[in-house]
């Protein structure tokens, strides 16, 4: 597995000079979402938004560098209880990138 880089928070209290509790809570974050898949991060921050309120969806977007629209959409998915979700599985099948070079059955003939 390869090692995600952790994003570095964005938010006004992190880019002041001096400490500030939201620093660490924040990095912590970052550093937990380094180790989640994309729904996973997705859903987790959907869900800490969502805890703020009004104005969370920016706010988580800033600390953890996502997409507002990634966060809205975690959001949704949620909101349907994951309904149509893969358990066994990250995307959704035909999902991801398409082969560059498609098989065919003359190159495995001998």
């Not at 995600?4 to 880019?15: L, S, V």
Request: charged residues 30%; contains cysteine.
């Amino acid at each position: 597995m390869s090692k995600r880089a952790i994003h570095q928070c964005e938010c006004p209290n992190c880019q002041q000079a001096s400490d500030h509790p939201d620093k660490e809570l924040h990095y912590q974050m970052n550093l937990f979402l380094s180790r989640l898949d994309e729904q996973q991060r997705r859903w987790y921050v959907g869900l800490e938004a969502k805890k703020l309120g009004h104005g969370g969806i920016k706010f988580m977007s800033q600390v953890t560098g996502m997409n507002v629209e990634t966060i809205q959409y975690g959001q949704r998915e949620l909101e349907d209880s994951l309904t149509g979700r893969p358990v066994d599985r990250v995307r959704l099948p035909g999902g991801g990138r398409q082969r560059v070079e498609k098989k065919s059955q003359e190159s495995k003939r001998p």
